[in-house]
Nanobody, 124 residues
């Protein structure tokens, strides 16, 4: 049974920071890309960031570049999303996901496993 468990969400004021974590278990994810997506109320789920297995290549949506940083600790099977200078428009449920390859796609259908999500709320 594959499990992805996100944590670290919460309520923060605009300009603040949060660090999301996603712990993977149930199988090895060696060689696979991990990504973060988010879904705001009434909107479609969208790509936020992705990181390949060795962590050498990272990709971010334009809306979060310079503010969000994705990283991973393969020894812990965990991926992180450091979010700085948060804005009210970053309010959403954040999901981590696994792509069974070493590319870093932005499309939802390219990801095979998903977590249950963690709520991030940014107040103005």
């Amino acid at each position: 049974q594959v499990q992805l468990v996100e944590s670290g969400g919460g309520l923060v004021q605009a300009g603040g920071s949060l660090r999301l974590s996603c712990a993977a278990s149930g199988r090895t994810f060696r060689g696979y890309t991990m990504g973060w997506f988010r879904q705001a109320p009434g909107k479609e789920r969208e790509f936020v960031a992705a990181i390949n297995w060795r962590g050498r290549d990272t990709y971010s949506a334009d809306s979060v570049k310079g503010r969000f940083t994705i990283s991973r600790d393969n020894a812990k099977n965990t991926v992180y999303l450091q979010m700085n200078n948060l804005k009210p428009e970053d309010t959403a449920v954040y999901y981590c996901a696994v792509h069974l390859g070493d590319m870093a796609p932005r499309e939802i259908y390219e990801y095979s496993y998903w977590g249950q999500g963690t709520q991030v709320t940014v107040s103005s």
